[in-house]
């Protein structure tokens, strides 16, 4: 069954300093989204990519986030100067349609700011 | 805003029994609603969706119900398993935006 892969599983870094999460989502699907779930707390949305460019974001996605996708396949998050309030399980996800169907997430990657 | 919430953080049910998930959402202009499903460590899988425009739609297992008038709906598991274990997310969207509230999750834990 096709799958969103995501690299790393889990990453620590030092606060201040850039970090870029990955997501090669499902082949066929046209829209890309990433989410961000806090220990504890609910999952909630920071941006939605379509056609190269971003389609919705959240007030979570401050200047400090940009997405990508440089190639055909990958998908990337990248927080420029990390905070500790960063920390959390970032879920990137990807759907066939906009309207319609569901979400497919993946595995997330954990990200620990110290 | 939209705001999707739970009824109860926590629900345990005996194997073998139904077991019920409530959720509430504020937002009169939601149109669109999931229920994933959420094992330790892992991402949200999903489960069953409906539109507004249903009062229910039935899976393997599963049942959602729609009740527009309250702003509620439910996710029945029948013949729960220990597999079913997890937390149990509903979210739901408005319009032609994809992007999804969560409700703050129900942890269920299935005893034997």
């Known amino acids: 069954e096709p799958e969103v892969t995501q690299t790393p599983s889990h990453q620590v870094t030092q606060m201040g300093q850039e970090v870029i999460l990955r997501c090669v989502p499902i082949?066929?699907?046209?829209?890309f989204y990433w989410y961000r779930q806090i220990l504890g707390q609910k999952v909630e949305f920071l941006v939605s990519?379509?056609?190269?460019?971003?389609?919705?974001k959240s007030e979570i996605f401050d200047d400090q986030f940009s997405v990508e996708r440089p190639d055909g396949s990958n998908f990337t998050l990248k927080i420029r100067s990390t905070k500790l309030e960063d920390s959390a399980m970032y879920f990137c996800?990807?759907?066939?349609?906009?309207?319609?169907?569901?979400?497919?997430f993946g595995e997330g990657s954990r990200l620990t700011v110290l | 805003g939209e705001s999707v919430g739970l009824h109860l953080p926590t629900l345990s049910v005996q194997e073998g029994d139904n077991s019920i998930i409530n959720c509430a959402y504020s937002?009169?202009?939601?149109?669109?609603f999931i229920w994933y499903k959420q094992e330790s460590g892992k991402g949200p899988q999903f489960i069953i969706d409906?539109?507004?425009?249903?009062d229910k739609r039935q899976g393997q297992r599963v049942t959602v119900l729609l009740n527009k008038t309250v702003k509620h709906l439910s996710l029945q598991i029948a013949a729960t398993q220990p597999g079913d274990s997890a937390v149990y997310f509903c979210a739901g969207s408005s319009g032609s935006a994809r992007q999804l509230t969560f409700g703050s999750g129900t942890q269920l834990t299935v005893l034997p």
């Open positions: 996800a990807s759907s066939e349609a906009r309207s319609t169907g569901e979400l497919f």
């Open positions: 937002n009169s202009a939601s149109d669109y």
């Open positions: 082949s066929n699907h046209l829209y």
């Open positions: 990519f379509y056609n190269n460019e971003i389609s919705e």
């Open positions: 409906i539109r507004s425009n249903m």
